[in-house]
């Protein structure tokens, strides 16, 4: 099992920028693919990003595709999602998540730990 702790939410007006970072615990971390994922309030979880183990290779939904990037650097044990251009519309909280396998992946049921979320907020 791995451990995640999200940092770097917070309150950010429309068309600025957040980095979140999602510090993970374990030797196993450059094993596995990492996500991020988000949810607003009074919808369901939604699938933001993905990476996959190497970092060589990410997906992106469509609805962040150009404004949010993901990375990682395993020799920190560490995932990040670089935020730009914010939209009011972004508003959630956003969980890192480690993946089963070392391909990307959309597809919660393929995650096996989970952080416990940092809240973003942009303002209009």
């Known amino acids: 099992q791995v451990q995640l702790v999200e940092s770097g939410g917070g309150l950010v007006q429309a068309g600025g920028s957040l980095r979140l970072s999602c510090a993970a615990s374990g030797r196993t971390f450059a094993n596995y693919a990492m996500g991020w994922f988000r949810q607003a309030p009074g919808k369901e979880r939604e699938f933001v990003a993905a990476?996959?183990?190497?970092?060589?290779?990410?997906n992106h939904a469509d609805s962040v595709k150009g404004r949010f990037f993901a990375s990682r650097d395993n020799d920190k044990n560490t995932l990040y999602l670089q935020m730009n251009s914010l939209k009011p519309e972004d508003t959630a909280v956003y969980y890192c998540?480690?993946?089963?396998?070392?391909?990307?992946?959309?597809?919660?049921?393929?995650?096996?730990?989970w952080g416990q979320g940092t809240q973003v907020t942009v303002s209009s």
């Open positions: 990476i996959t183990s190497g970092g060589t290779s990410t």
């Open positions: 998540a480690r993946a089963r396998v070392s391909w990307t992946t959309f597809s919660q049921a393929s995650y096996a730990d």
